[in-house]
């Protein structure tokens, strides 16, 4: 009987000792973050209180639009009342955010928004549309600057594509030689083939591996048929932050783990190919602080 007790205790120690190894080694989880686009409306009207709740909530990071046409200063403030942190920010130089305001709420049309866009991120001056950023994202502290979106109207050539791809690195410079890094944000056009070319597969392998990364919205990528764990394994290092957004078959954008956008297999390979941030988004959701509710009861223990 001695013996017998002896053995059990021997192999619960040792059973243990196992577990506590595993729990050692398994990697920190990630926070959950949100890109406050998905509050603009209720950001415009109360700024204070709405980043606030999204603190109570137990986001802990958010990425911004520029400084939201505030003083920089003036929002990390805010930020850092609630215990937020902001690692990253949308291109957003001053005068650009009204424009963007505007065209989310319908009060310009789509063709004014496009091009108002379109010549705030000319690509003869992307020196200083970098430089106006790097203005708002050094008092935020954020780490990365994102290029939101190429149009179109600007990837339906091979010409236009390299002309993209060469404003790309120079913008990628200039942020580097400031201390940042640039990364590049997508949605469905970049994987609509231009001939047997893929604009995103373009800018991934003629951009600077080291000086641009990549914010991979999965529900755009997933809209146009893209896996995005395939992409993760073919250009390790090159993403790092994520767009937790959800996506019906039908196109119409979801809260997270209504769509289609497989999630659970996603987390952990993004995890293994470096993606550091991870931040849900809703484009005009009817209920925002419902959405990042739901949202969080979904994604955070998958993290």
Known sequence: MPNAIDRRAVLGGAAALALSTQLVARPRR????????????ALDA?????????????YREVETLGSFGRDPA???????????????????????????????????????????????????????????CVAQARP??????????????QLRTRAQ????????????????????????????????????DVPYDLILQGTDPAKLKF????????????????????FPGRFRMLHMKDIARDGSVRDPGEGIVPFKTIIPAAEAAGVEHFYVEYDVPTDPLATLGAARRYLAPLM
């Open 215 to 234: 914010e991979m919205d999965l529900a755009w990528a997933v809209n146009a048929r893209v896996d995005p764990v395939a992409y993760f394994r073919r």
């Open 74 to 132: 003036e929002v990390r403030a805010i930020l850092d009342k609630h215990g937020l942190v902001s690692p990253s920010q949308h291109i957003m130089p001053p005068g650009l955010y009204k424009v963007f305001d505007d065209g989310v709420a319908k009060r310009i049309d789509m063709p004014t928004f496009e091009r108002k866009f379109i010549e705030a991120f000319s690509f003869d001056r992307v020196e200083g549309l970098i430089e106006a």
């Open 140 to 153: 935020l502290g954020q780490k990365y600057i994102v290029w939101q979106i190429s149009w179109p109207s």
């Open 161 to 196: 594509i390299d002309q993209l791809i060469k404003a790309l690195n120079r913008a990628a410079d200039a942020a580097h030689a400031a201390g940042f890094t640039l990364a590049y944000h997508n949605h469905s056009q970049e994987f609509t083939k231009v001939g047997s």
């Open 46 to 58: 109360d700024f204070d209180g709405t980043i606030g709740k999204v603190a109570a909530m137990g």
């Open 30 to 41: 990630r926070p959950l973050g949100i890109q406050l686009y998905t509050l603009m409306a």
